[in-house]
């Protein structure tokens, strides 16, 4: 079992640009979250997904974010006209219960 | 709004040293708190906690909950430099299914 697996490890974008970060969650695992990491900050969760299906995306900004997991394929993070303040780690988990969440290794987004 | 405080937010110790880590939390309908050790790549799982006074432990670490307080301690004996790491804490609350993170605390062992 690889784990969670993340991609690209570091992006880097600028302003303006489209960036989409996958998550392929670990085998037989089919809940994902993603959290973001700010600088000097704690994980912030953002949005929980199940195949096909957004659960939970009150932590998602309204504008410029959005997320799918598709049922084939792995769940994507896609962020529209990036600005300086997205720059940040963006994590993945995937778990069967979120009390076991396994984290990827994040993603670094720089915009530049 | 489910909060999560964890102190200190930094702490230099020297190798061998004890350190306690503290997490508070103040949320609706608690259901279990986690620990985090998060170094140059993704946060990996230390403990769960659900239950009162019921210490966890895994080798040189332990960690305790006291809900009527509302807290949490996270104790590493005997620190080594591969300890060094930010220390997350963070709570699962409600019918949530997300976790509630703390700013974490950065632990630094000197040799």
């Known amino acids: 079992n690889a784990g969670v697996m993340q991609n690209p490890r570091h992006l880097v974008r600028r302003r303006g640009q489209e960036a989409r970060l996958r998550c392929s969650p670990m085998?037989?695992?089919?809940?994902v979250y993603w959290y973001r990491q700010l600088p000097e900050e704690g994980l912030k969760f953002m949005v929980y997904?199940?195949?096909?299906?957004?659960?939970?995306e009150s932590g998602m900004p309204k504008e410029r974010f959005s997320a799918e997991f598709p049922k084939e394929g792995p769940s994507i993070l896609r962020i529209q006209q990036v600005v300086r303040g997205d720059s940040a780690a963006y994590f993945c988990a995937s778990s069967p219960t979120v009390a076991e969440a396994f984290f990827g290794q994040g993603t670094r987004l720089t915009v530049v | 709004e489910d909060k999560v405080v964890q102190s200190p937010l930094s702490l230099v110790v020297h190798e061998g040293d004890t350190v306690t880590l503290n997490c508070s939390y103040e949320?609706?309908?608690?259901?279990?708190l986690l620990w985090y050790k998060q170094e140059k790549k993704a946060p990996t799982f230390l403990f769960m906690l659900?239950?009162?006074?019921i210490e966890k432990k895994s080798g040189r670490l332990s960690s305790i909950l006291d809900k009527k307080e509302l807290f949490s301690i996270l104790n590493i004996t005997a620190t080594q430099t591969g300890d060094s790491a930010v220390y997350l804490c963070a709570v699962l609350s409600g019918s949530a299914r997300q976790l509630t993170f703390g700013s974490g605390t950065q632990l630094t062992v000197l040799p």
């Open positions: 949320v609706t309908n608690f259901r279990s």
């Open positions: 659900t239950s009162s006074g």
């Open positions: 085998k037989g695992h089919s809940h």
């Open positions: 997904l199940q195949k096909e299906n957004i659960i939970d």
